[in-house]
């Protein structure tokens, strides 16, 4: 059974740091753009950041650039995101996603949640000011 199960989520104060992961299992994701979304309550799922295959490629969210940074490890099947600065606004849950086996990563598609085959429930972040 193939799953995306996200850590690292809770509370922290404005200005603060939290780092997520995101763990795969029942099956290899080397080859799948990996991203992050997030989801405020009363809003839609909102892209963050996404990856590509090898981790030389990344794309953010205006909101994300200079504070998030997203990484990857494909010998460990798993997909991080460090924020810093975190503010309020940032407070959602956070959500994995796989994009579509062996499709590369481009500014075009990466923002589109529809495009992502693969979710996890997703960790709370919580941002106290």
């Known amino acids: 059974q193939v799953q995306l199960v996200e850590s690292g989520g809770g509370l922290v104060q404005a200005g603060g740091s939290l780092s997520l992961s995101c763990a795969a299992a029942?099956?290899?994701?080397?080859?799948?753009?990996m991203a992050w979304f997030r989801q405020a309550p009363g809003k839609e799922r909102e892209f963050v950041a996404a990856?590509?295959?090898?981790?030389?490629?990344?794309q953010y969210s205006d909101s994300a650039k200079g504070r998030f940074t997203i990484s990857r490890d494909n010998a460990k099947n798993t997909a991080s995101l460090q924020m810093n600065s975190l503010k309020p606004e940032d407070t959602a849950v956070y959500h994995c996603?796989?994009?579509?086996?062996?499709?590369?990563?481009?500014?075009?598609?990466?923002?589109?949640?529809?495009?992502?085959?693969?979710w996890g429930q997703g960790t709370q972040v919580i941002v106290s000011s």
């Open positions: 990856i590509s295959w090898r981790g030389s490629s990344t």
């Open positions: 029942g099956r290899s994701f080397s080859k799948n753009v």
């Open positions: 996603a796989a994009g579509p086996n062996s499709r590369m990563l481009l500014a075009s598609w990466a923002d589109r949640r529809n495009e992502y085959d693969y």
